[in-house]
């Protein structure tokens, strides 16, 4: 019998997070992995519906069929903002997605994908906290990488930097993208509607990045990194007034002693 393609997993805490790692997606489908995409969060009432929506178009514009997309956040009632108040659930959830199928889970998968420790969503910290948790204590710790969002590093309120990554986090792999897929990617970022508001703010920054540099960039993890602010200064949810550092470090800290 042949045998089934090795796993790429790709972790998002919100639809539209998958903007960070467009080109991942495409080498991983390119590559014939396995692609699987899992949101963490849900928009209210018919939002929620339309913004899965418009991921699930997206990927499909880059390979990945709906069945092969997951989204956790609708499953296991989990709002938007909300990530670090159920991380149980969260945790539990990737964990059997990791293990499935099999008693050798951790010789499926090819790599996974996650949100950046960065400081700039609460909810991306969170996501990235106990995927990283999970994944050492399976022996998978390697596999994992990291991808920028934003961060509000050297920037004062309310400003951040987009698809920048913290140095802190460690040497940065970086894929350069010929100008055909630039261009199809900053497509894909005009395909989310319902996140107008939003991507006002973001799509300037995008685009400066596709031109100015057009590359994918990668990060390695490490545990070490999740008992350490992302950066120095305030981070940008705490510039908005979404979280505190010091709150996910307590909700992270019971998680651990309720595992």
């Known amino acids: 019998m042949p045998t089934k393609p090795q796993r790429a997993l790709f972790l998002f805490a919100h639809q539209d997070d998958e903007y960070g790692v467009y080109a991942a997606i495409a080498d991983c489908v390119q590559r014939g992995l396995a692609v699987q995409c899992a949101y963490f969060t849900c928009a209210a009432g018919a939002l929620a519906q339309q913004r899965n929506q418009e991921s699930l178009a997206v990927l499909a514009r880059l390979g990945v069929p709906a069945s092969a997309v997951h989204f956790a956040g609708d499953q296991l009632a989990i709002p938007d903002a909300s990530l670090p108040q159920h991380l149980a659930q969260a945790a539990d959830w990737i964990e ?154 307590q909700d992270l800290a019971q998680w651990r002693a309720s595992r």
């Open 96 to 249: 059997q997605w990791l293990l499935q199928g099999a008693d050798r889970a951790a010789a499926s998968i090819d790599s996974i994908y996650v949100t950046a420790w960065e400081g700039g969503h609460h909810d991306h910290d969170a996501l990235h906290a106990i995927t990283c948790e999970i994944a050492a204590r399976h022996g998978l710790l390697e596999r994992v990488q990291q991808y920028a969002l934003y961060n509000a590093l050297g920037c004062p309120a309310p400003l951040f930097r987009v698809l920048s990554p913290l140095t802190q986090n460690g040497a940065v792999t970086r894929q350069r993208l010929p100008w055909r897929q630039r261009w199809q990617h900053l497509r894909l970022c005009l395909m989310y509607p319902s996140q107008r508001n939003t991507w006002i703010g973001l799509f300037p920054f995008v685009l400066l990045h596709y031109l100015l540099r057009g590359e994918q960039q990668l990060q390695g993890v490490a545990l070490a990194r999740l008992q350490q602010r992302p950066h120095a200064g305030a981070l940008y949810y705490e510039n908005r007034r979404f979280y505190r550092w010091e709150q996910l470090q």
